[in-house]
């Protein structure tokens, strides 16, 4: 027992760290044996370092979600103040913490939503979302996007159009898959009005009265940073209130600041029905998730029961810290500086566009960034297939890796989403380090 409690003392190598973890935990998204993960011992700012004291920025917010960066001794100090407080209360109670995170997060959300349901993260909002909406509307089915990423619970899995729901199909019953305005690097956008149509087809084909919600990512994350051009988001909302169904935003990652404002919503100022939200909620400090809902869908739960429960449910600590993240947005201005580097990041997006042949495209809103990357700018074929890889993406992830750059290389593309506490010297630095690894893409550009 003593030498497994040494063990514990003394610090590990990255090796061994690495070597443990895969011998004893199962990685999310891998087969186990393809597994290379970067060993973590600490992080402040918009860096993190391994043990050996390789240091990277974090050009990634880890998973779109450290938004206001590492190591806040603000957000630590009241992580601590309620453990040692009060460092449970089972969601039946009432605490102090619970309803001061409300009441904030009811002067920061949209419109008229001025409740919310906790949750442990952002696939348990979009599934409590989902719940919210049949109970409410006394529909069954949903209309979901192809080109999206809600969660991996089961009924958020069967919410998301991308592959990664395939391996848990049939999933649940009663969703509807709509096209996005975005086909793809090849086949390019819709025109606003096209892609209402669409949906409106589907609708009347499904039957307006059997759907009980729209859901949407109102900037498409990990499936591409895709920015609705104008009058799409209205033009949701209209469709919405126009079929008595309700529209849910799922700004699970697109929410608090990422985008330049409090949730990416508020650049077209619609307001939908329901509002998930999880990941810069806390910053990612501790697990947190939320449903917002406006009040007249709240109200229809005074006098019916809510079918939904979970044990942490305004978990006390989770609440602290969403409170003290949210204090830092304001005290730093964090959403400010969101649109303020946002600014110089889509410049900085364009110079690679311009002298890259390999870059094929590139969108950004605030701090929440995409690169896409082609072997021909007139065939527009991808750098890797839909759902795959190919060896320049892997070179260039290597590359990125060997240079201290963390970001996430997906199929044809790569992430430019740091924390919104980050500096332009330390956004050109990240970019000097993605100009040069472009140079292993631009060498299979054929014309």
């Given at each position: 027992?003593?030498?497994?409690?040494?063990?514990?003392?003394?610090?590990?190598?990255?090796?061994?760290?690495?070597?443990?973890?895969?011998?004893?935990?199962?990685?999310?998204?891998?087969?186990?044996?393809?597994?290379?993960?970067?060993?973590?011992?600490?992080?402040?700012?918009?860096?993190?370092?391994?043990?050996?004291?390789?240091?990277?920025?974090?050009?990634?917010?880890?998973?779109?979600?450290?938004?206001?960066?590492?190591?806040?001794?603000?957000?630590?100090?009241?992580?601590?103040?309620?453990?040692?407080?009060?460092?449970?209360?089972?969601?039946?109670?009432?605490?102090?913490?619970?309803?001061?995170?409300?009441?904030?997060?009811?002067?920061?959300?949209?419109g008229d939503i001025d409740t919310f349901?906790?949750?442990?993260?952002?696939?348990?909002?979009?599934?409590?979302?989902?719940?919210?909406?049949?109970?409410?509307?006394?529909?069954?089915?949903?209309?979901?996007?192809?080109?999206?990423?809600?969660?991996?619970?089961?009924?958020?899995?069967?919410?998301?159009?991308?592959?990664?729901?395939?391996?848990?199909?049939?999933?649940?019953?009663?969703?509807?898959?709509?096209?996005?305005?975005?086909?793809?690097?090849?086949?390019?956008?819709?025109?606003?009005?096209?892609?209402?149509?669409?949906?409106?087809?589907?609708?009347?084909?499904?039957?307006?009265?059997?759907?009980?919600a729209f859901i949407l990512e109102p900037?498409?994350?990990?499936?591409?940073?895709?920015?609705?051009?104008?009058?799409?988001?209205?033009?949701?909302?209209?469709?919405?209130?126009?079929?008595?169904?309700?529209?849910?935003?799922?700004?699970?990652?697109?929410?608090?600041?990422?985008?330049?404002?409090?949730?990416?919503?508020?650049?077209?100022?619609?307001?939908?029905?329901?509002?998930?939200?999880?990941?810069?909620?806390?910053?990612?400090?501790?697990?947190?998730?939320?449903?917002?809902?406006?009040?007249?869908?709240?109200?229809?739960?005074?006098?019916?029961?809510?079918?939904?429960?979970?044990?942490?449910?305004?978990?006390?600590?989770?609440?602290?810290?969403?409170?003290?993240?949210?204090?830092?947005?304001?005290?730093?201005?964090?959403?400010?500086?969101?649109?303020?580097?946002?600014?110089?990041?889509?410049?900085?997006?364009?110079?690679?566009?311009?002298?890259?042949?390999?870059?094929?495209?590139?969108?950004?809103?605030?701090?929440?960034?995409?690169?896409?990357?082609?072997?021909?700018?007139?065939?527009?074929?991808?750098?890797?297939?839909?759902?795959?890889?190919?060896?320049?993406?892997?070179?260039?992830?290597?590359?990125?890796?060997?240079?201290?750059?963390?970001?996430?290389?997906?199929?044809?593309?790569?992430?430019?989403?740091?924390?919104?506490?980050?500096?332009?010297?330390?956004?050109?630095?990240?970019?000097?380090?993605?100009?040069?690894?472009?140079?292993?893409?631009?060498?299979?550009?054929?014309?």
């Open positions: 027992m003593s030498t497994m409690t040494d063990a514990m003392h003394t610090a590990m190598t990255g090796a061994e760290i690495v070597a443990l973890a895969r011998k004893h935990t199962l990685y999310e998204w891998s087969a186990q044996a393809n597994v290379d993960p970067i060993p973590v011992a600490r992080a402040k700012g918009v860096y993190f370092w391994t043990p050996e004291g390789k240091r990277f920025i974090d050009l990634n917010s880890q998973l779109m979600s450290v938004n206001i960066g590492h190591g806040d001794a603000r957000v630590i100090e009241a992580i601590a103040q309620q453990a040692a407080t009060l460092a449970y209360a089972n969601p039946f109670m009432a605490t102090e913490v619970r309803a001061r995170l409300g009441a904030k997060l009811a002067e920061v959300t949209p349901f906790f949750t442990n993260g952002g696939a348990e909002a979009t599934e409590n979302a989902i719940k919210i909406a049949r109970f409410f509307t006394g529909r069954h089915k949903i209309i979901a996007r192809y080109r999206s990423y809600h969660g991996a619970t089961a009924g958020s899995i069967s919410l998301t159009g991308d592959p990664r729901r395939w391996a848990a199909e049939p999933g649940i019953p009663g969703v509807v898959r709509v096209f996005d305005p975005y086909h793809g690097i090849e086949r390019g956008w819709d025109s606003t009005e096209q892609a209402l149509a669409n949906i409106e087809e589907v609708i009347q084909l499904e039957g307006a009265q059997t759907i009980a900037v498409t994350g990990t499936n591409g940073i895709l920015v609705p051009p104008d009058g799409y988001l209205q033009g949701v909302r209209e469709i919405c209130t126009k079929h008595g169904m309700l529209m849910i935003a799922d700004e699970v990652m697109s929410g608090f600041g990422r985008t330049g404002e409090w949730f990416a919503v508020d650049h077209w100022k619609v307001v939908p029905d329901l509002l998930c939200m999880a990941k810069g909620l806390t910053s990612s400090y501790l697990p947190l998730g939320a449903v917002g809902m406006r009040h007249h869908i709240a109200q229809h739960f005074q006098n019916k029961v809510f079918y939904g429960g979970l044990t942490y449910n305004s978990h006390p600590m989770g609440c602290a810290a969403a409170l003290a993240t949210i204090r830092v947005y304001e005290e730093d201005g964090l959403i400010e500086n969101a649109k303020k580097m946002g600014a110089v990041m889509k410049r900085l997006l364009a110079d690679l566009e311009a002298r890259h042949p390999s870059v094929g495209a590139v969108r950004s809103i605030g701090l929440f960034g995409i690169v896409e990357l082609v072997r021909s700018r007139r065939t527009r074929q991808p750098m890797a297939p839909f759902n795959g890889t190919s060896e320049e993406m892997a070179a260039l992830g290597r590359f990125f890796r060997e240079q201290g750059l963390y970001t996430l290389v997906r199929w044809n593309t790569f992430f430019t989403n740091p924390p919104l506490c980050i500096t332009e010297q330390e956004l050109r630095e990240a970019f000097a380090i993605l100009d040069r690894g472009l140079e292993i893409t631009d060498k299979a550009v054929r014309d």
